[in-house]
């Protein structure tokens, strides 16, 4: 299933087939210069600093008293980092299918050594690619690649303490042949499809992709209209079935909207005509696919990729008051030079996303090369490579996330007790040296936090 890939060499300006895979060569081994001059610029770097400083990090203050309810001042309090608030994710389509124990293992142990986000696929024609033939359990469920059973995902992601996302309830694309072609057919069983998910995952999930990619809409889809009125159509018949806390999302091929300012981004006048309208979106989704070498090349060399246009889009986005997501993520390492390129745009572009005020999770698509649907795997657009060992770009995100983005602080309790140090927010250890006991405790630091936390010596935690 996760085939293996080989490079080959070939004259500059070719492109050569190895096996089924598209080898680009003559593309540039690194970014332009126009690209490193708009992201090496000292005033962006500053921005996306001040940014993540800013947004992702916070005091806190811990009071440190005995069992009598006493300060104990001077205590020594070690403060360690263990995960993020902040949702980092990957797709898992293919969790539990790759060839054998061993390329699971790696699988699962390079997802959730980055990774607190999972992506997890029901697409129709996967949770029912017969009609009455329903795949949401393990049991009696036939396998098919890339569409696991959604059941596979909860204990896996209990134990792990991973947060899921369920993607997509309704999309024009991945449906099974007999789906009607009626409009009205087809809504009825949009409700019943609505229903079965909520009710046997509406406790369990928390965030959902309501509609995917409808301004890209067939036109021969059954729901189509010129003004696209089934978006709100979903929301109104999903939001009463799910928890009020549920995120529930609009998702989007945004590429090319991502540099548009407000005036001028069809997304944006969507999401604003859809709020007017009551639509009970709670969440928004930027993809950013480059499922080509040749076009992350374009890309790159393009004046509008600008990291100043991209975050002011988002802060218009951000005025909204919902959550900003980035869903979707491909960046090829395919061609000369493929893994350093993508490398140092993971990077650049995963500090610009970790900075943006309202954004709240930033989801790879593909972890492996070799996990794409037909026709993408050529990008070899993963950040581990066909027999999953990490890539460049795999440890670039691995020191981000494991090593600048968590936080180990020592500090002294002041002559009340109270301890304050910054931090990442998410969840610590915290280790208490004091009135001659030493003990640990497990700490939540949260966004609009208030007041210190009271750690009581002695007191079994």
């Known amino acids: 299933m996760g085939a293996r890939m080989k490079m080959a060499s070939c004259a500059c300006g070719t492109a050569a087939w190895v096996g089924w895979v598209l080898v680009a060569c003559g593309a540039a081994a690194a970014p332009p210069e126009s690209y490193r001059k708009l992201w090496r610029d000292p005033a962006v770097e500053a921005r996306i600093g001040?940014?993540?400083?800013?947004?992702?990090?916070?005091?806190?203050?811990?009071?440190?008293?005995?069992?009598?309810?006493?300060?104990?001042?001077?205590?020594?309090?070690?403060?360690?980092?263990?995960?993020?608030?902040?949702?980092?994710?990957?797709?898992?389509?293919?969790?539990?299918?790759?060839?054998?124990?061993?390329?699971?293992?790696?699988?699962?142990?390079?997802?959730?050594?980055?990774?607190?986000?999972?992506?997890?696929?029901?697409?129709?024609?996967?949770?029912?690619?017969?009609?009455?033939?329903?795949?949401?359990?393990?049991?009696?469920?036939?396998?098919?690649?890339?569409?696991?059973?959604?059941?596979?995902?909860?204990?896996?992601?209990?134990?792990?303490?991973?947060?899921?996302?369920?993607?997509?309830?309704?999309?024009?694309?991945?449906?099974?042949?007999?789906?009607?072609?009626?409009?009205?057919?087809?809504?009825?069983?949009?409700?019943?499809?609505?229903?079965?998910?909520?009710?046997?995952?509406?406790?369990?999930?928390?965030?959902?992709?309501?509609?995917?990619?409808?301004?890209?809409?067939?036109?021969?889809?059954?729901?189509?209209?010129?003004?696209?009125?089934?978006?709100?159509?979903?929301?109104?018949?999903?939001?009463?079935?799910?928890?009020?806390?549920?995120?529930?999302?609009?998702n989007e091929v945004t590429t090319p909207?991502?540099?548009?300012?407000?005036?001028?981004?069809?997304?944006?006048?969507?999401?604003?005509?859809?709020?007017?309208?009551?639509?009970?979106?709670?969440?928004?989704?930027?993809q950013y696919h480059y499922f080509r070498r040749e076009k992350l090349d374009a890309f790159l060399a393009d004046p509008k990729c600008d990291p100043n246009r991209l975050l002011d889009v988002y802060g218009q986005f951000g005025e909204f008051g919902l959550p900003l997501y980035v869903t979707e993520i491909t960046f090829p390492s395919a061609g000369e030079g493929g893994e350093a390129l993508q490398e140092e745009v993971v990077r650049d572009h995963y500090r610009l996303w970790f900075s943006a005020p309202r954004m709240a999770g930033i989801t790879w698509w593909n972890l492996g090369d070799g996990t794409a649907v037909k026709g993408e795997n050529e990008a070899m657009g993963g950040l581990l490579d066909a027999n999953f060992e990490p890539k460049a770009a795999y440890r670039a995100l691995d020191r981000l996330i494991n090593g600048e983005w968590k936080t180990r602080a020592e500090c002294r309790a002041d002559e009340r007790g109270v301890a304050r140090f910054r931090g990442f927010f998410g969840n610590y250890d915290v280790e208490i040296s004091g009135g001659g006991a030493r003990q640990k405790f497990q700490v939540k630091h949260s966004q609009g936090q208030t007041g210190p936390i009271r750690l009581v010596m002695g007191q079994r935690p």
């Open 50 to 250: 001040q940014g993540i400083e800013r947004h992702r990090k916070g005091e806190l203050a811990v009071e440190v008293v005995d069992a009598g309810g006493k300060p104990v001042p001077g205590a020594t309090v070690v403060a360690t980092q263990k995960s993020h608030d902040f949702l980092f994710g990957c797709n898992a389509f293919v969790l539990g299918q790759l060839e054998g124990p061993g390329q699971n293992r790696k699988y699962e142990e390079a997802f959730l050594r980055l990774f607190n986000f999972a992506t997890v696929p029901f697409y129709w024609e996967g949770t029912e690619p017969e009609r009455g033939e329903l795949r949401y359990g393990e049991e009696g469920s036939r396998d098919i690649w890339r569409r696991p059973p959604p059941d596979r995902y909860l204990p896996w992601a209990a134990k792990h303490g991973v947060t899921l996302k369920g993607h997509p309830l309704l999309w024009h694309a991945y449906n099974p042949p007999w789906l009607p072609s009626d409009a009205g057919e087809l809504k009825e069983l949009y409700r019943k499809r609505f229903r079965e998910i909520a009710g046997r995952y509406g406790g369990k999930i928390g965030i959902w992709d309501v509609v995917n990619e409808s301004l890209v809409c067939k036109t021969n889809y059954p729901l189509y209209t010129p003004g696209r009125e089934y978006v709100r159509w979903a929301f109104e018949e999903a939001a009463p079935l799910f928890p009020e806390s549920t995120t529930l999302m609009i």
């Open 257 to 286: 909207f991502n540099f548009l300012p407000a005036d001028n981004n069809p997304y944006f006048a969507q999401v604003k005509s859809l709020l007017g309208q009551g639509a009970k979106i709670r969440g928004i989704g930027f």
